[in-house]
């Protein structure tokens, strides 16, 4: 939970503590139960850093690299939901480059797992991912169907295992997702109600996400013609990120600041513009 409210360089620093010491107990040789349970823990915490890594640091190579400790160990485990969640995760990584066929093929990957143990919610998840992916690859018809599979899953998920490692993702979040999806598809006033939704049910010590839906709707009202409305939601999320780091977020505001460039000289972007240089 603290990943969501705390910043990466506070954080990084246990976590990989936390893998030697798993690494060190795993070299005891320890029972065959035992060792169950602590490459479950490492499947865990290695999915951890390689968020850490990627999402809030952008280094990738990190993130590779952690992301394949975390799979190891699930698959060892016999854990195909946090195998599904790591090969999910290593998605991001090519689609960063926009490499979104190689992105496809790890949510593939990560949907075979779901064979072997099925869970609505971690399937849920991987729709709406598989939504960004398509999203930023230009292909909104596909994104906004995968919304649609994400939404009709997760309503039908009832009663879903508890996974507390799970929780990055809910129907906040996936109001966020689809908030995404119908603003790059120009479906403006869908995308002001799911984002508005999405900030509205999120967590106040989420700020990390809450950023990233502050900044999307920021571009929606953008597109409506509201600059000064949508320079003071680009604000919010900046305060969001003077919080906790987050690179995901610091990208998302790089890019509506480039949208507004024609009204740089604009007191409302001035404004902006001393927000943001004290993120730097």
């Not at 990943?3 to 030697?20: E, F, K, N, R």
């Not at 400790?69 to 939901?81: P, Q, S």
């Not at 066929?101 to 075979?112: F, N, R």
């Not at 919610?121 to 906004?144: D, I, R, Y």
Request: charged share 20%; proline share 4%.
């Amino acid at each position: 939970a603290l990943y969501h409210s705390t910043g990466p360089a506070t954080l990084m620093m246990p976590v990989v503590a936390h893998l030697s010491t798993l690494g060190d107990l795993l070299r005891q040789g320890p029972a065959p139960a035992e060792r169950r349970r602590l490459l479950a823990n490492r499947a865990r915490v290695g999915t951890l850093a390689g968020r850490l890594s990627f999402f809030d640091l952008q280094d990738p190579m990190a993130a590779r690299a952690y992301y394949s400790v975390a799979l190891e160990a699930a698959r060892e485990a016999d854990d195909h939901l946090q195998a599904a969640a790591a090969l999910a995760h290593v998605a991001f990584i090519p689609a960063a480059d926009h490499g979104f066929t190689a992105a496809l093929d790890y949510l593939h990957g990560a949907s075979g797992h779901l064979k072997s143990h099925p869970c609505a919610p971690v399937a849920s998840w991987l729709a709406a991912v598989e939504s960004e992916m398509h999203t930023n690859a230009g292909n909104h018809t596909a994104a906004l169907h995968a919304i649609d599979r994400a939404r009709n899953t997760l309503a039908a998920s009832g009663l879903a295992p508890e996974l507390p490692w799970f929780d990055y993702y809910d129907v906040t979040r996936l109001h966020g997702f689809a908030g995404y999806a119908t603003l790059r598809a120009d479906r403006y006033d869908e995308a002001r109600t799911e984002l508005t939704t999405a900030l509205g049910k999120l967590s106040r010590s989420a700020v990390k996400q809450r950023a990233v839906f502050l900044a999307d709707l920021a571009t929606v009202e953008l597109h409506d013609g509201n600059l000064d409305h949508a320079c003071q939601l680009a604000s919010d999320a900046a305060h969001q990120l003077h919080q906790a780091g987050y690179a995901t977020g610091a990208g998302r505001l790089r890019d509506f600041r480039a949208a507004i460039e024609p009204w740089s000289t604009t007191t409302p972007v001035r404004v902006l513009d001393e927000q943001l240089a004290a993120l730097n």
